[in-house]
């Protein structure tokens, strides 16, 4: 009776154990279209060991994208954002000015708003070597 | 002779224009393209002149139909399609050098005096040459832009300097209608002459 008491609540709590042991350990990252009337496509978080993680989707204005998963050593480290921006037919290569920080274990939400600073290469001095955290959202 | 010199003038603004940048730095509108690779226009050029119409001053009563000397026009207000594109300098440079005879606060011609305004259609960050530092600003600088087809450009305001150095400001509501080509990186919208009816204000 004991024994069958026993198995009954290791089979119960064996879902709630592997998502405990699925969710621990993985970072990943989604990207926020903010930008009213503007899509944003070739999008890729760069953080500083020069990795390049790409979201395939082009993203409407409010859109988020689907979650992209960030090695080891990318995790707690910041990067800047590539993207395209594109309106009424026309696009601009943009960098962003901000660092966003992928959070270790955790999913980390970055956000475009038209506030986020960012600057196109060819058009002004380079980026910022120093770029300045941005505020990441969970 | 003059007629020919403005469009050689003319002709060397649109160039410029069109290949703007030439001091190596790079503007917002040079990073920009067309998502189908094709080409937008984002500058007007246009040759104002301001003719004297009925007027209350009595030192340019008799001076109907004549026309103001280019270098009194300092800046154009333009609207285009209906929406503020800004406020642009007149060249003062360019332009038939012949002085006119003076009257009044005024140095007026008997042929069109006209000034060339070329009006780049960046948002008013990049005119001054800030560099565009968000999202926003960009986004603001992509929505600027002339399609292919009709538009209408208003010339708003003119603001004319006497020769005493006053500042007036003459409102025309005057419409032109432009074409942009496929192609077109810029659109000559005409010789414009605006009526300059009154001289409220002026001495």
């Given amino acids: 009776m004991k024994r069958s008491a026993f198995h009954a609540t290791s089979v119960a709590l064996l879902p709630l154990v592997a998502l405990v042991a699925l969710g621990c350990g993985r970072t990943e990252i989604t990207i926020e279209n903010a930008i009213p009337g503007a ?19 082009a993203l409407g204005p409010g859109a988020t994208s689907s979650e992209v998963s960030v090695s080891d050593h990318d995790q707690g480290h910041g990067g800047v954002i590539h993207f395209e921006l594109v309106m009424d037919g026309r696009k601009v290569a943009l960098v ?14 970055f ?28 | 002779m003059r007629t020919t010199l403005a469009r050689a003038l003319l002709g060397a603004l649109l160039v410029c224009a069109a290949g703007c940048g030439s001091d190596g730095s790079s503007t917002g ?5 067309t998502v189908d690779g094709r080409g937008t226009a984002n500058t007007l050029v246009m040759m104002l002149a301001v003719r004297v119409g009925p007027t209350n001053d009595p030192a340019l009563s008799t001076h109907q139909g004549r026309y103001v000397d280019f270098r009194q026009i300092r800046s154009v207000e333009l609207i285009v399609d209906g929406r503020d594109w800004g406020r642009y300098e007149a060249d003062r440079e360019a332009g038939d050098p012949a002085t006119g005879e003076p009257v009044g606060s005024w140095s007026l011609h008997d042929e069109p005096s006209s000034a060339v305004v070329v009006a780049g259609l960046g948002t ?7 560099d565009l530092d968000t999202i926003g600003e960009w986004a603001e ?57 009154a001289f409220p204000g002026v001495p």
Avoid at chain 1, 96 to 109: E, I, K, L, M, R
Avoid at chain 2, 172 to 186: A, H, Q, V
């Fill in chain 1, 39 to 57: 899509t944003i496509q070739g999008v890729r978080w760069v953080p500083s060991s020069g990795t390049s993680y790409t979201f395939g989707e």
């Fill in chain 1, 111 to 138: 956000r475009l708003d038209p506030s986020t600073a960012a600057k196109n290469p060819i058009a002004t001095s380079p980026t910022d070597p120093n770029p300045r955290p941005a505020e990441p959202t969970r």
């Fill in chain 2, 141 to 197: 600088l992509l929505d600027r832009h002339l399609v292919t087809g009709g538009h209408v450009a208003e010339i708003a305001l003119v603001e004319l300097e006497t020769n005493d150095g006053a500042m007036l400001d003459v409102t025309s509501r005057l419409l032109f209608p432009f074409t942009i080509l496929e192609g077109d990186r810029s659109a000559f919208v005409g010789e414009i002459e605006v009526p300059f009816d």
């Fill in chain 1, 96 to 109: 962003t000015g901000d660092s966003f920080v992928a959070t270790a274990n955790d999913t980390t939400h």
């Fill in chain 2, 124 to 130: 008013e960050l990049e005119r001054t040459r800030d």
């Fill in chain 2, 29 to 33: 509108q040079d990073a920009v393209q």
